[in-house]
């Protein structure tokens, strides 16, 4: 069965370090979705993807993350300089035009 | 701006009884999607069911369903015959781009 894949699962990085996370859409899903998800509370949108270009990145912390998806297949999401309140799981999905969204297991980042 | 509310932050329920979990939500747009989303602890977040607007039938999935009143902007979640399999975080999702509610937490009690 088809899989969205992220890489790394757990992550722990200092503050003011860079990181970045990966992403492999199913294939043959145009739309691509990174979220943040705080313990307990519900995701938060950070960019939307259709095929390589940016629908939304409203709730993008611009001035420390940036998001590619450069041949509209997999995408990197960067934190750079990584601050303690980034701290969360950053989730990837993907979907088809029936919409539907699949998740990866996501990739927990741990900022000391 | 698509806003999507959960106001039962945490529900409990007895093994085989049946939970209603409620969620409201705000668009001006007549197309689009519902979503009810299940984040087990720990795990992968997986679709549980999905309503398309235009469809007047509300949509069932085995144990699941839901009552989808479009004017008052209300997607319920129904969990018949509840097993201890469903003890997640359920989060209501609206799709124009994808918003998800605060989430409820469902316990299911033995």
């Known amino acids: 069965e088809a899989e969205v894949a992220q890489s790394p699962r757990y992550k722990i990085t200092e503050k003011s370090q860079a990181v970045a996370f990966w992403c492999d859409p199913i294939s043959g899903h145009a739309t691509l979705y990174w979220y943040r998800q705080i313990l307990g509370q519900g995701p938060e949108l950070l960019v939307q993807f259709q095929d390589e270009s940016v629908v939304d990145d409203s709730q993008l912390p611009k001035d420390r993350f940036s998001a590619e998806r450069l041949k509209g297949v997999d995408s990197t999401l960067k934190i750079q300089p990584a601050e303690l309140g980034d701290s969360a799981m950053y989730l990837c999905a993907s979907s088809s035009r029936t919409g539907v969204a699949f998740f990866g297991q996501g990739t927990r980042l741990t900022v000391v | 701006a698509q806003t999507v509310t959960q106001s039962q932050p945490e529900m409990s329920v007895q093994e085989a009884e049946t939970v209603t979990l409620s969620c409201t939500y705000d668009?001006?747009?007549?197309?689009?999607?519902l979503f009810w989303y299940k984040q087990p602890p720990s795990r992968q977040m997986i679709l549980v069911i999905r309503q398309e607007a235009y469809k007047q039938q509300n949509a069932t999935e085995n144990r699941f369903s839901v009552n989808f009143q479009k004017a008052a902007k209300s997607f319920s979640l129904k969990i018949s015959d509840s097993q201890l399999g469903d003890t997640a975080m359920y989060f209501c999702?609206?799709?124009?781009?994808?918003?998800f509610g605060a989430g409820t937490i469902l316990r299911v009690k033995s």
């Open positions: 668009t001006s747009e007549s197309n689009y999607y």
């Open positions: 999702a609206f799709m124009m781009w994808l918003v």
